[in-house]
């Protein structure tokens, strides 16, 4: 189908938000394939918001050898593209959930945060999310999912693994962790780990593989660990 760009802005110091108008049902966690034309493949790209809106938000950073990202980069409003159908099984499940995303891989979650709202998932704090990037910029869920921890809806750690809080004073800022979250993910005990219904991933291949290793040597079920590729 052929969809228009809404508005295409920048997001942190490396990303940018495309939004399209397009108000199709898809899923919470899903993602969509997209090209500029029909001699194109499509290109996978994870929803960033939740359903129910006019339009659809896609999260990504530019790669310049890439295919899509530096034509997306350059779109205006009006400009078209076309989209396939939602589809993927990265989706979300009832229970006690921790989430790990590094980069781009936040967009997945983004999309679920109204379930988080509504406590479709249980009880207020039923899911906790770490969420990796390299600089503060880049922390791009920190506004959006910081208020949910704040009011109590969301257990959020955002991690940063270079410097760059010494001039910041916002409460959102305290959140932040130096380091690796695979660093904090070591010093949790079996016991937590274990305690969680599903854990979901979102990142890198090594990053997955990573945090997979030590989950498993935490002797975390392998079966409640799901994992995706960032799109």
């Not at 940018?16 to 500029?36: F, N, S």
């Not at 790669?63 to 400009?79: A, C, F, K, N, R």
């Not at 593989?209 to 660990?225: P, S, Y």
Request: charged share 15%.
């Amino acid at each position: 189908m052929i969809v228009s760009v809404h508005t295409n802005e920048p997001w942190g110091s490396t990303g940018k938000i495309l939004t399209l108008g397009w108000k199709g049902h898809y899923i919470p966690g899903q993602w969509v394939g997209l090209r500029v034309s029909p001699n194109q493949e499509y290109r996978m790209y994870s929803i960033a918001n939740p359903p129910g809106k006019e339009h659809i938000a896609i999260l990504y950073t530019r790669v310049d050898q890439g295919v899509l990202t530096p034509i997306l980069w350059e779109l205006e409003s009006g400009h078209t593209l076309e989209l396939n159908n939602p589809q993927g099984a990265f989706v979300p499940q009832k229970g006690k959930n921790l989430w790990i995303a590094a980069g781009t891989g936040i967009a997945p979650f983004l999309s679920m945060t109204d379930l988080i709202m509504a406590d479709w998932f249980g009880p207020p704090g039923s899911v906790t999310l770490l969420e990796s990037n390299k600089q503060m910029a880049d922390v791009f869920g920190l506004s959006q999912l910081s208020q949910l921890h704040q009011v109590g809806k969301l257990h959020y750690y955002p991690f940063i693994t270079r410097n760059g809080l010494e001039d910041q004073d916002s409460s959102q800022y305290s959140l932040i962790q130096k380091g690796r979250l695979t660093l904090w993910l070591c010093n949790q005990s079996s016991e937590y780990l274990r305690s969680f219904d599903r854990i979901m991933i979102c990142g890198s291949t090594q990053m997955i593989l990573d945090v997979r290793d030590i989950l498993l040597e935490k002797e975390v079920d392998f079966h409640t660990i799901v994992s995706e590729v960032y799109f």
